[in-house]
C-alpha cells in the first residue's frame, strides 16, 4: 500500500484582477495566496483600507503578521505606542502582542498582509460576513469575539492600547 500523496506548492503567478475579495465595512481584503496554495506555510493579502477604516485592538495567538504598505498612510498601534506606516514600510506585528491600525488620511490606504502561520485567509470571511449584516448598527460583539477566538484572535478593549494622537500624528 503506498502512502496518500501530499500536494507540493507549484511556482504560480497570480495576475494583479486575480484573487478571493471578501469585503467588510471600511475594509477589503483580496486574498492572492492561502494557506492551501502555501502547503501551510503562509497566506497573502492586499488589503485596502477606506478613511477612517480599520480593526478594533486584537491579538493573533498562531500567526505573525507582515504589513508592506503600498499607497496611503496607517496608524499602527501596539504597546509602544503608534506609528505612522507609509509607501514603503514594513511592520511586524509577532503573534501575542496586541495591535490595531487605522486609516486616518483622506484617501484609501493599500498593504500587503502576509500571515504566517496561514489561517488568517479562513478567519476574515466569516469575521466580515459577520459585520456585514449589521451595516446599520452595531455589529453582535460576542458573536464577533466568538468568531475570532475560533481561529486563535483576541478583541481587545480600545483602552488596550495607549490612545492615538486625536491629530493622526504618531
Do not use: C
Given at each position: 500500500?503506498?502512502?496518500?500523496?501530499?500536494?507540493?506548492?507549484?511556482?504560480?503567478?497570480?495576475?494583479?484582477?486575480?484573487?478571493?475579495?471578501?469585503?467588510?465595512?471600511?475594509e477589503?481584503?483580496?486574498?492572492k495566496?492561502?494557506?492551501?496554495?502555501?502547503?501551510?506555510?503562509?497566506?497573502?493579502?492586499?488589503?485596502?483600507?477606506?478613511?477612517?477604516?480599520?480593526?478594533?485592538?486584537?491579538?493573533?495567538?498562531?500567526?505573525?503578521?507582515?504589513?508592506?504598505?503600498?499607497?496611503?498612510?496607517?496608524?499602527?498601534?501596539?504597546?509602544?505606542?503608534?506609528?505612522?506606516?507609509?509607501?514603503?514600510?514594513?511592520?511586524?506585528?509577532?503573534?501575542?502582542?496586541?495591535?490595531?491600525?487605522?486609516?486616518?488620511g483622506?484617501?484609501?490606504?493599500?498593504?500587503?498582509?502576509?500571515?504566517?502561520?496561514?489561517?488568517?485567509?479562513?478567519?476574515?470571511?466569516?469575521?466580515?460576513?459577520?459585520?456585514?449584516?449589521?451595516?446599520?448598527?452595531?455589529?453582535?460583539?460576542?458573536?464577533?469575539?466568538?468568531?475570532?477566538?475560533?481561529?486563535?484572535?483576541?478583541?481587545?478593549?480600545?483602552?488596550?492600547?495607549?490612545?492615538?494622537?486625536?491629530?493622526?500624528?504618531?
Amino acid at each position: 500500500m503506498t502512502a496518500p500523496s501530499t500536494p507540493v506548492p507549484t511556482p504560480r503567478l497570480i495576475r494583479a484582477a486575480e484573487g478571493q475579495p471578501v469585503t467588510a465595512p471600511g475594509e477589503e481584503v483580496t486574498f492572492k495566496l492561502t494557506g492551501r496554495d502555501t502547503d501551510g506555510v503562509f497566506a497573502l493579502g492586499l488589503v485596502t483600507t477606506q478613511p477612517g477604516g480599520g480593526p478594533p485592538p486584537h491579538l493573533h495567538h498562531r500567526e505573525d503578521e507582515l504589513f508592506i504598505m503600498v499607497d496611503g498612510e496607517l496608524q499602527v498601534g501596539s504597546r509602544d505606542g503608534w506609528q505612522t506606516a507609509r509607501p514603503g514600510d514594513v511592520v511586524y506585528l509577532p503573534a501575542g502582542q496586541p495591535h490595531t491600525f487605522h486609516n486616518a488620511g483622506p484617501g484609501p490606504a493599500r498593504h500587503w498582509v502576509f500571515a504566517t502561520p496561514p489561517g488568517f485567509e479562513q478567519f476574515y470571511p466569516r469575521f466580515a460576513a459577520l459585520l456585514n449584516e449589521a451595516p446599520a448598527g452595531p455589529p453582535d460583539l460576542a458573536r464577533l469575539g466568538a468568531t475570532a477566538a475560533k481561529y486563535g484572535i483576541e478583541l481587545l478593549p480600545a483602552h488596550a492600547l495607549p490612545a492615538p494622537d486625536p491629530a493622526g500624528r504618531p
